[in-house]
């Protein structure tokens, strides 16, 4: 079985580009160019250059002692949260930047959920001195205040999706929209591992730096390479489909993906889209997707902004379809619970979106001897609010 | 019988046709709206499918889809309200529409279903020509039903030519780069398109759409493409007066 991309930009039965023709000359162009660029030798250095320098990479991997002791396993936390701007999110963007100024684009979009993918954007775009314009959901731009304070700093506008549910699904929207609108200066960072071909693949190769790293510091610590469980939350998939990269095929390497259940899977609240969804057409992209039996594309709900979305990456449900990997789902209660414990017994208070990896323990019992990695996705500052609010510690 | 479109199109005059949103601005007024702009001379009609992620879409017809959908019109209702529409209408219908709901309708159900109501045609922008080809041609064929595909000023001759190839009865020439609704009057850009196009000699006429709104964008749409799409304006003037004074906005055309 094949868990990449094909040549279509297709895993399995999902993936694709179902994008209106105003977007064609622009995916087409990146489609047509993509690969020769990023397997371009100065393109390379100048990535990884900057992953070193700028992002501070390699991210370190930590064994969490104490952690471990409670949930009675081997766990090491992949501290993407230590990188510059606080998430994995900035990998990505450091590449997409490159690419588009590649490709001779001068304006620059971007949608955003939790704001980190908008502040990664607004980074790099202060970083190249490059025009920045980010969506946001209206909701999102109200619960995610300190994000949008530094993306205005770093010189980006912020922009409000104010249709449909005000949050990531919208912004999404608007970003697309503004692509047609301006189809010959603009690039489009999309933030996950989403979108038409060869979005996903582009992004996910990008985010691939992290389960590379994880191979060779898993090599030093244990002697081996391969862990026996890989753990991330799932949004649009980024930061799993980076974790979970390189050891897609290495069989004995289990693969753990964790979704928002929002008030509960079947409250009515939740953004659980491998539960709930069915396949459909988001974002140009055919795959799992949260709909009405009519084809409306349903809103979603959790707690965590970065979270909130109907759909998830064609490769997920790839890996959801195939059984490649096990899919859960927590709670806002539970993702905030396990972002408390994470926080008092490692010293890591890690973003919400991250919480939901952590609420594993929860939903399942790992052996004594198991290497389980965890991608710590993002740290919890843009959270302190919600932590504030729902922890009464104010 | 051969396609209501194709006969339109041999009509020597240009053709005006309206886009509206089905289930706006009242769930039920999608067979009054049909009636009336046909015995006010419209040529073709584009019935809105709507949809709760149009990303081709200005906020006009994000709107009217979004207050479509809360009345409660569905696809289902949609061909519930059309099955006896050929007994009183004769001008070529269209359904214009995102490729999720048909998906999840089934796609030969969708067809089926368009073909037995006199359907003619369909507009899906998100379903894009290579799997058009691959998967679902043969289908369209089968039900009778063209299939209407976009070409915008971005669009590379090479790729225009391919659309012709793959087209029958027209195309869809979108005016500018831009999404429904958003533009203000025609410059030399368009012109010069609307020209570059002409002069290549297409198998297919092309009819535009988006920005047309008034006599004057309609004429010069029409300068040298067979007709031109009406929406946003149409539907503006819906908001603003409701389902009884379509004849003002229509006389106002041409
Ligand atoms: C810290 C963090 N983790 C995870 C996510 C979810 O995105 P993805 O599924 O693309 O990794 C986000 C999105 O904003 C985030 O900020």
Redesign the interface.
């Known amino acids: 079985m094949n868990y990449n991309a094909d040549e279509k930009g297709y895993y399995g039965e999902f993936g694709?580009?179902?994008?209106?023709?105003?977007l064609?000359?622009n995916v087409e162009e990146l489609r047509a160019n993509y690969l020769k660029i990023m397997y371009e030798d100065s393109f390379q250095e100048e990535f990884n250059q900057l992953l070193k320098d700028y992002v501070g990479r390699p991210s370190p991997l930590y064994f969490a002692k104490r952690l471990s002791e409670k949930h009675g396993c081997k766990i090491y936390l992949k501290r993407e949260d230590l990188n510059h701007t606080g998430a994995h999110k900035i990998n990505n963007t450091i590449g997409q930047i490159l690419m588009a100024q590649k490709l001779g684009k001068t304006r620059i979009i971007a949608e955003t959920g939790a704001g980190q993918h908008g502040v990664a954007t607004a980074t790099v775009c202060a970083l190249m001195g490059l025009e920045c314009i980010v969506y946001m959901g209206e909701i999102d731009i109200a619960r995610q205040a300190p994000n949008v304070a530094r993306m205005k700093m770093l010189g980006a506008e912020v922009r409000p999706a104010k249709?449909?549910s005000r949050t990531l699904?919208d912004a999404t929207?608007e970003a697309?929209?503004d692509w047609?609108?301006?189809?010959?200066d603009t690039h489009y960072i999309i933030g996950s591992a989403i979108g038409p071909h060869p979005y996903p693949d582009m992004v996910t190769r990008f985010q691939s730096v992290i389960s590379e790293e994880i191979k060779w510091q898993l090599k030093e610590k244990e002697g081996r390479e391969n862990p026996d469980y890989v753990v991330a939350c799932i949004g649009g998939g980024s930061n799993a489909a980076g974790t979970y990269y390189h050891f897609l095929h290495e069989p004995e390497v289990g693969i753990i993906a964790v979704e928002a259940a929002g008030k509960g899977v079947n409250s009515g609240e939740s953004a659980a889209t491998s539960a709930l969804g069915?396949?459909?057409?988001?974002?140009?992209c055919k795959t799992m997707?949260m709909?009405t039996?009519?084809?409306?594309?349903?809103e979603p709900y959790s707690i965590s902004a970065g979270l909130d979305y109907p759909g998830v990456g064609p490769m997920h449900s790839h890996l959801y379809k195939t059984g490649r990997a096990e899919f859960y789902s927590a709670t806002d209660d539970e993702a905030m619970a396990a972002g408390l414990e994470l926080t008092q017994l490692e010293g890591i208070i890690p973003a919400i979106e991250t919480g939901h990896a952590f609420a594993i323990f929860a939903h399942k019992k790992f052996k004594k001897d198991d290497v389980v990695v965890i991608s710590l996705s993002g740290r919890g500052d843009k959270d302190l609010n919600t932590y504030i609010d729902y922890f009464k510690l104010a | 019988m051969s396609n209501r479109i194709k006969s339109k199109l041999q009509e020597d005059k240009k053709l005006l046709s309206i886009y509206f949103t089905a289930g706006y601005p009242s769930l039920n007024d999608t067979v009054q709206i049909i009636q009336d702009l046909e015995k006010n001379d419209v040529d073709m009609i584009e019935i809105g499918l709507p949809f709760s992620d149009p990303l081709a879409d200005g906020p006009t017809i994000q709107e009217s889809s979004t207050h479509a959908l809360k009345n409660g019109m569905t696809t289902e209702l949609l061909f519930d309200q059309l099955k006896d529409i050929r007994k009183s209408v004769s001008i070529p219908l269209i359904i214009m529409g995102y490729f999720n709901p048909m998906l999840q309708y089934g796609v030969e159900a969708f067809c089926k279903k368009c073909h037995e109501i006199g359907i003619d045609g369909l507009i899906m922008p998100d379903l894009p020509l290579d799997v058009y080809q691959s998967d679902y041609e043969a289908i369209f064929k089968k039900y009778g039903l063209l299939n209407i595909f976009l070409i915008t000023p971005q669009t590379s001759d090479q790729r225009i030519h391919q659309i012709d190839k793959a087209s029958d009865g027209f195309i869809y020439m979108v005016s500018s780069a831009s999404v429904t609704g958003s533009k203000s009057g025609f410059g030399q850009e368009q012109e010069n398109y609307f020209e570059r196009v002409a002069a290549m000699n297409l198998k297919n006429t092309q009819i535009v759409g988006f920005g047309i709104k008034d006599a004057e964008t309609f004429k010069q749409a029409t300068k040298t493409a067979k007709g031109a799409i009406i929406g946003s304006a149409f539907i503006k003037h819906l908001t603003a007066n409701g389902i009884t004074k379509i004849a003002d906005f229509i006389n106002k055309i041409r």
Do not use: C, W
């Open positions: 694709g580009a179902f994008i209106p023709e105003m064609y000359p249709s449909g699904k929207n697309i929209r047609i609108n301006n189809p010959v069915k396949v459909g057409i988001i974002h140009g997707l709909q039996p009519d084809g409306q594309i349903t």
